[in-house]
T-cell receptor, first 112, second 114 residues
Framework: EPEVTQTPSHQVTQMGQEVILRCVPISNHLYFYWYRQILGQKVEFLVS????????KSEIFDDQFSVERPDGSNFTLKIRSTKLEDSAMYFC??????????FGPGTRLTVT | SQQGEEDPQALSIQEGENATMNCSYKTSINNLQWYRQNSGRGLVHLILIRSNEREKHSGRLRVTLDTSKKSSSLLITASRATDTASYFCATDGGYGGATNKLIFGTGTLLAVQP
């Protein structure tokens, strides 16, 4: 069964550094998402991406964040200058129809 | 107010028993989805129920939806130790189009004792 994959599984970075989190969505899916989950808290929506552009972003998704689909298979989330409060589990999700969303295993980002 | 609040927050049962988790939400929805998350792992999609459906089954899972009460329940029958996980409901908040962002609840932590 096709799955969403994410790399790396764990990323440790220093405050102020740039990080790129990578995702390979399910191949015939058209809608892509990033969510995050701070330890012990709810899963929060960050951004949705469709037809090669951002369709919606949350308040969390400020100028430090960007997304890109550089080729036909990858979907990336970049954080330009990480802060301590960016430490969280980041989940990529994809959907064929924009309804049922399938999540990857997540990247645990630790900012020190 | 929070969209998608589950209760109970934690539930402990014996293997073989049924587990029922509830979710309440506040806005109109087009659909509601249930996900499972094992500790520190990703979210596994369990089942989706549309706003015009009242009940849906998938294996040992039974989901009900009452849009008049803005609530849903997830029943896991004949539970197994491997069902131990957190369970979340997620709604689309009634949005349409290309957005369909999910709004997650706080989750129910289910522990199934062998």
């Amino acid at each position: 069964e096709p799955e969403v994959t994410q790399t790396p599984s764990h990323q440790v970075t220093q405050m102020g550094q740039e990080v790129i989190l990578r995702c390979v969505p399910i191949s015939n899916h058209l809608y892509f998402y990033w969510y995050r989950q701070i330890l012990g808290q709810k899963v929060e929506f960050l951004v949705s991406f469709y037809n090669n552009e951002i369709s919606e972003k949350s308040e969390i998704f400020d100028d430090q964040f960007s997304v890109e689909r550089p080729d036909g298979s990858n979907f990336t989330l970049k954080i330009r200058s990480t802060k301590l409060e960016d430490s969280a589990m980041y989940f990529c999700a994809s959907s064929q129809t924009g309804i049922a969303q399938y999540f990857g295993p997540g990247t645990r980002l630790t900012v020190t | 107010s929070q969209q998608g609040e589950e209760d109970p927050q934690a539930l402990s049962i014996q293997e073989g028993e049924n587990a029922t988790m509830n979710c309440s939400y506040k806005t109109s929805i087009n659909n509601l989805q249930w996900y499972r998350q094992n500790s520190g792992r990703g979210l596994v999609h369990l089942i989706l129920i549309r706003s015009n459906e009242r009940e849906k089954h998938s294996g040992r899972l039974r989901v009900t939806l009452d849009t008049s009460k803005k609530s849903s329940s997830l029943l896991i029958t004949a539970s197994r130790a491997t069902d131990t996980a957190s369970y979340f409901c997620a709604t689309d908040g009634g949005y349409g189009g290309a957005t369909n962002k999910l709004i997650f609840g706080t989750g129910t932590l289910l522990a199934v004792q062998p």
